[in-house]
């Protein structure tokens, strides 16, 4: 019997099946009796100049050769700052992610990649779209044989539209890849806002 992989995270709290990337701080996430919403706060990745010595990272292991994973969540930047973002991460040595952002008095969706985070090696922006609200539903489609991933986001969770490029599952230096969300901050800017993801659904 494997753990439960979808979460609606009741109580402002999440299941046993997921995992911080380090060791867990009570700064990173708030839990909210009687809410059905996580609460994962923007916290500033300082100097890292990409995720992959960022500790608040929320994951849990890919689930099945095909699935798809989607969440929804909503952006509350605080004074209107810039350089805030939360989203769906799929995370190993090379990584890629779609995400809710807030920059030039506007939310946007993104889709950014890092190819050899290890190395120390920038994000890039491959595909950025303007949102009418801080709210979207964002998700990954994972298909075997070669782990190939699209992207797609929802304003209305009906209609998806896909975004940026095809990327693919790379394992961490000694683990899988795996998929989960988070919120930070980027360095630099006024400390604050907060990402509340409603709910964590994997389909097959």
């Known amino acids: 019997m494997h753990p439960v992989e979808s979460d609606e995270f009741t109580n402002g709290k999440p299941g046993l099946q997921w995992q911080w990337y380090a060791n867990s701080s009570v700064k990173w996430s708030a839990q909210i009796p009687g809410t059905d919403y996580l609460r994962l706060f923007a916290i500033s990745q300082k100097e890292e100049p990409n995720l992959w010595n960022v500790p608040n990272l929320l994951l849990q292991k890919l689930p099945a050769p095909n699935f ?13 700052t810039s350089d805030k973002k939360a989203g769906l991460l799929l995370m190993g040595k090379t990584y890629t ?13 993104q889709q950014i990649s890092c190819a050899n985070a290890n190395e120390g090696t920038a994000e890039k922006i491959i595909a950025e779209k303007a949102l009418v609200s ?71």
């Open 134 to 204: 801080n709210e979207v539903q964002l998700s990954m489609k994972i298909m075997a044989p070669n782990a190939s991933c699209r992207f797609s986001y929802s304003e209305n969770g009906t209609d998806f539209f896909e975004i940026g490029e095809e990327a693919k599952a790379e394992k961490d230096l000694w683990i899988s890849a795996k998929i989960g969300i988070f919120a930070i901050s980027e360095p630099n800017v006024r400390m604050g806002g907060y990402a509340d993801f409603d709910w964590f659904r994997i389909t097959k």
């Open 68 to 80: 798809t994973a989607t969440t929804k969540v909503k952006l509350t930047t605080e004074w209107q």
């Open 97 to 109: 992610y779609l995400a809710i952002a807030f920059h030039d008095s506007q939310y946007w969706v």
